[in-house]
């Protein structure tokens, strides 16, 4: 069974404060997703990652960055976390065979509150 | 740019009943589209999902049926348990834009024993 460990379930940052969200897939996936989660938004995608050290853009990109130095770990970086980044945030992974239309595996999400 | 509209936000029914969930999607070229079902306090976990070359596909308690012409694809979920609470999302997949995933915004379901 596809394992997506996210590295914390919860955070509290203060604002300004450089924020890691760190996720390790087990299954050699080589696509990685970064979502965030807010209600009445539903799953929003922040960036991907179709490979080491690839990265795109999702839909909402901005005030975040992304790293992906091996194939299992993809981590999300608030450069300077404010208060409309509190949210709850969730890393998923995917088959790469070329389609996107493998199934996601999400991990369990880190909430985080920026204060 | 594309988006997945979906309805109803929230809905309640007594167990045993039918629920159904719609969305709508706007990239004519999408061909993807799957559900996804997220207790509370869990992660999303992938239910059922459907493909633009067949209209409908069930397993078990849970069917899905798809729209091209109308670009509309509903869930629907018979004899429901209070196992069955959640929020159910749906997706669809971007074409245009390498194919990734938008989702709609989530129906919280609650069944009542």
């Known amino acids: 069974d596809v394992k997506v460990t996210q590295s914390s379930r919860y955070l509290v940052k203060r604002t300004g404060e450089k924020v890691f969200l760190e996720c390790v897939q087990d299954?050699?996936?080589?696509?990685m997703f970064w979502y965030r989660q807010d209600p009445g938004l539903g799953l929003r995608l922040i960036y991907f990652s179709y490979d080491v050290k690839m990265k795109e853009k999702g839909d909402i990109p901005e005030g975040y960055s992304v790293s992906r130095e091996k194939k299992e770990r993809f981590s999300l970086i608030l450069e300077s976390a404010s208060t409309n980044q509190t949210s709850m945030y969730l890393c998923?992974?995917?088959?790469?065979?070329?389609?996107?239309?493998?199934?996601?595996?999400f991990g369990n999400g880190t909430r985080l509150t920026v204060t | 740019g594309e988006n997945v509209e979906q309805h109803p936000s929230t809905l309640s029914v007594q167990e045993g009943d039918s629920a159904v969930i719609k969305c709508t999607y706007s990239?004519?070229?999408?061909?993807?589209f799957p559900w996804y079902k997220q207790e509370l306090g869990k992660r999303p976990q992938l239910i059922i999902d459907i493909r633009s070359n067949v209209g409908e596909k069930k397993d078990q308690r849970i069917a899905v049926t798809l729209n091209k012409t109308a670009k509309h694809f509903s869930l629907h979920i018979t004899e429901t348990q209070p196992e069955d609470s959640a929020v159910y999302f749906c997706?669809?997949?971007?074409?245009?834009?390498?194919?990734?995933?938008?989702f709609g915004q989530g129906t919280t379901l609650q069944v009542k024993p």
């Open positions: 997706a669809a997949n971007r074409i245009r834009n390498t194919g990734k995933l938008i």
């Open positions: 299954m050699d996936h080589e696509n």
């Open positions: 998923a992974s995917s088959l790469g065979d070329g389609t996107y239309n493998s199934p996601l595996h």
């Open positions: 990239d004519s070229a999408s061909n993807y």
